[in-house]
């Protein structure tokens, strides 16, 4: 859970860097929001259980939105970069286990779509960052490939690829969207 943890908070960091998200936040914040939201979402994304009306609304308070129109904003701002983004990493992560069951590096379409989806908004700072990223996943995907553990950089510790390891972390992924979606909404 350690490393899912990892690639969620790094992911939610280009996320928020990457897109006019710092912006939006930056505005709402300044009306009294109490929290970081890079925080809230990943307490939020990694709980259990269902989204309750108290989760729902501890979200917008902490942010200090009560307008729909405010809560209006931050939801598309955050469905898309930040949510766009972590669906893009669900969609690798299904192509990394479908290349360690196959032992082929597969095409990633739907991820790519994605990833098209986010490079649309983005300047050539952002691009940069983004090109990273998706090379580090194609390069797992190859890693899954050959069954071998992968590695971000030389110094890295290897990441332990494993078809259950592969799961679990889609799984997690799966239900982190799942959770995040019941909040980003204007109303619970």
Known sequence: MKKFSFFFFILLLIATKSFALDDVI?????????QNPAVLIQ???SGSGPITRSDYD????????????DKERMTNSLRASFLLTQEYQKEVWVCVENAWLSRVAVRCEKAQKK?????????D????????????????IESASKRED????EDAAPLKLSVENIKVIRENLEKMLQRIDRILRAEY
């Open 150 to 153: 992968f590695k971000i950089t």
């Open 58 to 69: 501890r979200f917008w308070q902490a942010l200090g939105i009560n307008s729909r129109s």
């Open 43 to 45: 307490q939020i994304a």
């Open 125 to 140: 700072e952002q691009k940069n960052i983004i090109k990273k990223l998706d090379d580090n996943f194609r390069r797992m």
């Open 115 to 123: 990833l098209d989806l986010m490079k649309a908004t983005m300047n």
């Open 26 to 34: 930056g505005q709402i914040l300044s009306k009294g929001g109490a």
